[in-house]
C-alpha cells in the first residue's frame, strides 16, 4: 500500500492532546498543504487563520461550546452537558479557514483544503479533529460580536467554513472502526 494511502486510512479523531505546542515548521507544512487543495475554478477563495495563544483558545472554546447548549439539536445539547466535556479538546492549536462568500464554491473548497491539513497532520504524528462548534456560534449575531471582541477577525466577505483542532494525541490512534461497506455502487 502506498505512503497516501496509508495515511488516509490512519487518520482518526483524536479527542485528548498533550499541551505540547505544535511546532512551526510542522504547522508551516500543514498550511502548505491546505494551500495546494483543489478549488473551483482555481479560485483559492480562503484565508488561514492559526490560534496557538491558550488563553484566546480557552475563551473561544468557552463561548463556542454555548452553541451546543443552544442547539435545537438533542445530541449535542447532552453532549455539552456532560461532565468533563470540551469543544476543543485541550488542542494548542486550532485552524480556522474562511473562505470568500462570493466565490463558486467556498464551503467545499474549505473543506477540502482542511481535508489536506488534516492528513498533512497525521503523516507527521500529529492529531487533529474536526470542530463544527466554530461554525455553528460563528452564525449567530452573538457569535461574530465574540468572534471580533476577542480579536477574530476574517477578511472582509469571508467567513469560516472548516476549523480542525491539531496536537500531539495523548494516546496513540485507536483501531479503525468498521466501516459501512454497502455505501458503494459500481456502474460499468
Same mark, same amino acid.
Not at 486510512?9 to 498533550?18: P, Y
Not at 483544503?113 to 489536506?116: H, L, P
Given at each position: 500500500m502506498n %505512503?497516501?494511502?496509508?495515511?488516509?486510512?490512519?487518520?482518526?479523531?483524536?479527542?485528548?492532546?498533550?499541551?505540547?505546542?505544535?511546532?512551526q515548521a510542522e504547522l508551516e507544512s500543514m498550511l502548505e498543504a491546505g494551500r495546494y487543495a483543489p478549488s473551483a475554478m482555481n479560485q483559492q477563495p480562503w484565508h488561514f487563520t492559526a490560534i496557538r495563544n491558550p488563553e484566546l483558545l480557552r475563551k473561544l472554546e468557552e463561548n463556542c461550546k454555548t452553541a451546543f447548549l443552544e442547539s435545537k439539536v438533542d445530541a449535542l445539547r447532552e453532549t455539552a452537558q456532560q %461532565?468533563?466535556?470540551t469543544v476543543f479538546y485541550h488542542a494548542p492549536l486550532m485552524v480556522v479557514i474562511s473562505g470568500d462568500s462570493g466565490a463558486i464554491a467556498p464551503q467545499y473548497d474549505c473543506t477540502l483544503?482542511?481535508?489536506?491539513m488534516i492528513l498533512a497532520a497525521t503523516s507527521i504524528g500529529l492529531g487533529s479533529c474536526w470542530t463544527h462548534a466554530v461554525m455553528m456560534f460563528h452564525a449567530t449575531e452573538k457569535g461574530k460580536a465574540i468572534f471580533r471582541?476577542?480579536?477574530?477577525?476574517?477578511p472582509e466577505g469571508h467567513q469560516p467554513y472548516a476549523a480542525a483542532v491539531f496536537g500531539r494525541p495523548v494516546k496513540p490512534y485507536p483501531e479503525t472502526p468498521l466501516k459501512n461497506a454497502d455505501c458503494i455502487t459500481i456502474m460499468d
Open positions: %505512503e497516501t494511502i496509508a495515511t488516509i486510512l490512519r487518520r482518526r479523531s483524536v479527542r485528548s492532546f498533550l499541551p505540547d505546542p505544535v511546532g %461532565e468533563g466535556f483544503a482542511m481535508e489536506n471582541q476577542l480579536g477574530v477577525i476574517f
